[in-house]
């Protein structure tokens, strides 16, 4: 793997060159720019998060992969919800210099200005980490009955719409109810119609390249007209748990396509899953790097590393 590319990792302030943009903030991997009142510019660093906590290590390569999985998914799915992606060309970003230019090629995301909903649209369609926890706990998913004798990694009889909070810790589940409270009946109806056709879609799409898909969250906003779009990113690594078919076995935990590798290290280590989250094993850090590049490939057909200057 090329490892000559720049690396934006543990950054979570302005990046240089950018000094011109309005700083709006940095979350948990993606630093938020104003461009004007209409737009918003996205760039995507190599942060990795896990258990709602951000580490100080990246993952080198992992912001160009998150880039370039997204704009593939927004341009898939354009014709079942529309979504603020506009452009992720960073030549349409004024005022780079070349040295800017260079170090966020591949990075960025200029997007339309939405407002976000209060809740995270998760869908699941294998038994598989917190899901997995509740079945365990209450036979069910978010106050959803399941059948028995069900195990690790079994599929759903259905893909089922389990939506939480967002919190600055750990978000919390929500009840279906809940949630249609939280956003009104008009826009949960859209969004969870949405969520399911986004999830049928990107199961298919998957399907085809030898890909399970486990679960995804999506993020959904409201444009200046009302209406719902989706935003953020979609179907990445970082939003989704996602399995080789071949290796598909019930029963257990499954190799993955996603920071899966990272959350099955850091259950063996002594942490509570607070803040500060402990060192990331380099060899963890090289794994999870190539899975990310090998998965933008496989589903893509180009690599996230390709043209990048």
């Known amino acids: ?17 950018l000094g011109h943009l309005e700083f709006l903030g940095a ?22 998060s896990a258990f709602d906590v951000v580490f100080d290590e990246g993952v080198p390569h992992k912001g160009r992969v998150l880039t370039a999985i997204a704009a593939f998914w927004f341009a898939r799915t354009a014709h079942l ?36 909903t209060p809740v995270e649209w998760v869908v699941r369609g294998y038994l598989a980490g917190s899901g997995w926890k509740e079945y365990q706990a209450s ?50 109806g859209q969004a969870h119609t949405a969520a399911l056709a986004l999830f049928e879609e990107g199961t298919r799409v998957l399907d085809e390249r030898g890909i399970l898909l486990c679960d995804t969250k999506f993020e959904f906003g409201l444009d200046g007209r009302g209406d719902l779009v989706l935003i953020d990113e979609v179907l ?25 590798i990272l959350r099955d290290w850091l259950e063996r280590q002594p942490w509570d899953k607070n803040p500060p989250a402990p060192p990331i094993d380099r060899e963890i850090l090289a794994r999870l790097s190539q899975r990310y590049v090998d998965l933008c490939t496989l589903l893509t057909g180009a690599s996230a590393l390709e043209g990048a200057r």
């Open 1 to 17: 793997m090329s490892t000559h590319l720049p690396y934006l990792g543990a950054r979570r302030a302005p990046e240089p060159g």
């Open 27 to 48: 979350g948990k991997v993606r630093d938020l720019y104003a461009l004007d009142d209409q737009q918003l510019l996205f760039v995507t660093s190599d942060r990795i």
């Open 81 to 116: 919800v529309p979504n603020h992606l506009v452009t992720t060309d960073v030549d349409a970003v004024r005022g780079l210099d070349g040295a800017t230019r260079e170090r966020l090629a591949g990075r960025v995301m200029v997007v339309r200005r939405a407002q976000p």
């Open 139 to 188: 036979g069910g998913l978010w106050g959803e009955p399941l059948p028995r004798g069900l195990r690790l990694a079994d599929r759903l009889p259905q893909p089922m719409l389990t939506p939480t909070t967002k919190e600055d810790a750990h978000d919390l589940p929500l009840t279906l109810a809940e949630a249609r409270a939280r956003v009104g009946a008009k826009v949960f």
């Open 236 to 260: 990445t690594p970082d939003s989704s748990r996602m399995w080789p078919r071949s290796g598909w076995a019930p029963g257990g935990n499954q190799p993955s396509y996603d920071k899966q």
